[in-house]
């Protein structure tokens, strides 16, 4: 039996138990910081296709087999709009980077006449719902570039809230109408209005 110089002090009850809370803590923060930096990679400098697979094992997140991905943010009532109807939406639209490239707090858009991912959105929608979707750039814009503010092949992140929607006669009622009290000289616009997210 050997005896130390040193006397060795016996552990106080509980430090134990604190030393391992505190480096559990401390692994909990270093796996938080990785997840973090792969999170932040995948967003700015993975590939498109890399970025939404990621973004498609997210909680919520649903992939449709056109490869349109959505988050239910808050769920909306009723029937949903078809391509032929005309859907009444807030939108704020970005890019992978975070970068707002656009935005409307009311406007109108024939659900068909806009790019194929937002149309199947819009779609998939309820009056009232709001909902994140992620477009990917052949359901997008694809190699064209609509403007400086959007690069070509991007990935579209949008919030969307279903106002309200009608359908082609009600529209064409409504248009009837305001050409008859003297209110649309000439008829409809064609086309979306610019910034829309139109085809």
């Given at each position: 039996m050997s005896v130390t110089t040193v006397p060795i002090r016996p552990i106080k009850k509980g430090s134990l138990t604190k030393l391992w809370i505190g480096l559990a803590l401390v692994l909990i923060v270093g796996a938080a910081l990785a997840y973090a930096g792969t999170q932040n990679a995948v967003e700015t400098g993975a590939t498109n296709e890399q970025f939404l697979a990621n973004n498609g094992d997210e909680d919520g997140v649903v992939t449709t087999d056109s490869g349109l991905q959505y988050k239910v943010l808050k769920p909306g009532e009723g029937p949903s709009p078809t391509a032929t109807d005309t859907a009444?939406?807030?939108?704020?639209g970005k890019l992978?980077?975070?970068?707002?490239?656009?935005?409307?707090?009311?406007?109108p858009m024939p659900v068909g006449g806009v790019v194929p991912g937002f149309s199947e959105a819009l779609q998939l929608m309820q009056k009232g719902g709001e909902y994140r979707i992620w477009i990917p750039s052949e359901l997008g814009y694809g190699e064209q570039s609509p403007g400086p503010e959007l690069p070509a092949n991007s990935v579209l992140i949008f919030d969307v809230t279903l106002l309200d929607f009608i359908s082609a006669e009600q529209m064409q009622a409504l248009q009837q109408q305001m050409q008859q009290q003297g209110g649309m000289p000439g008829g409809p616009p064609s086309g979306p209005p610019p910034g829309m997210p139109g085809q």
């Amino acid at each position: 039996m050997s005896v130390t110089t040193v006397p060795i002090r016996p552990i106080k009850k509980g430090s134990l138990t604190k030393l391992w809370i505190g480096l559990a803590l401390v692994l909990i923060v270093g796996a938080a910081l990785a997840y973090a930096g792969t999170q932040n990679a995948v967003e700015t400098g993975a590939t498109n296709e890399q970025f939404l697979a990621n973004n498609g094992d997210e909680d919520g997140v649903v992939t449709t087999d056109s490869g349109l991905q959505y988050k239910v943010l808050k769920p909306g009532e009723g029937p949903s709009p078809t391509a032929t109807d005309t859907a009444l939406v807030k939108y704020e639209g970005k890019l992978r980077d975070g970068s707002v490239f656009d935005a409307n707090e009311q406007t109108p858009m024939p659900v068909g006449g806009v790019v194929p991912g937002f149309s199947e959105a819009l779609q998939l929608m309820q009056k009232g719902g709001e909902y994140r979707i992620w477009i990917p750039s052949e359901l997008g814009y694809g190699e064209q570039s609509p403007g400086p503010e959007l690069p070509a092949n991007s990935v579209l992140i949008f919030d969307v809230t279903l106002l309200d929607f009608i359908s082609a006669e009600q529209m064409q009622a409504l248009q009837q109408q305001m050409q008859q009290q003297g209110g649309m000289p000439g008829g409809p616009p064609s086309g979306p209005p610019p910034g829309m997210p139109g085809q």
